[in-house]
């Protein structure tokens, strides 16, 4: 999350490269934990490896599982408030800082949408 002096906070969203599942939609960055991980350490982990950034302060907005028709997947939101480095795109993906008011126009993953609210509730901005 970024917020410049009187403008909406912006978030960071990842664009689904060819050749994955989905590829071309947008989501939140991030991944899976891996086996005797936490998810802390998975979010650190995850970010360092998918845009080069040294995480220094984030906590957990809530888990949000969603069913698609092939899948089942349960994701944590994490609210990344203080890095180190300017992300990248470091799997090929494209990367995008999006005003939380226009999220709703971008074309993310249906898991990702119920996550909108809260989002917008831990920013402050809800309602606006």
Do not use: N
């Not at 917020?3 to 899976?32: D, H, S, T, Y």
């Not at 360092?48 to 949000?64: Q, S």
């Not at 999220?103 to 509730?121: I, N, Q």
Request: aromatic share 8%.
């Amino acid at each position: 999350m970024r917020r410049a002096p009187g403008a909406a906070p912006e978030v960071l969203i990842a664009q689904r490269p060819p050749g994955k599942w989905q590829a071309g939609r947008w989501e939140f960055p991030g991944g899976k934990i891996e086996p005797a991980e936490s998810p802390a350490d998975a979010v650190v982990r995850e970010l360092r490896e998918e845009l080069g950034v040294t995480v220094r302060a984030a906590r957990p907005l809530g888990d949000f599982p969603h069913d698609y028709q092939d899948r089942s997947v349960c994701i944590g939101l994490w609210l990344v408030s203080a890095w180190e480095g300017d992300p990248q795109g470091l799997d090929g993906q494209a990367l995008r800082w999006v005003a939380l008011p226009q999220l709703v126009d971008c074309d993310l993953l249906e898991a990702d949408r119920p996550m909108l609210e809260p989002l917008r509730r831990a920013l402050g901005w809800a309602g606006r």
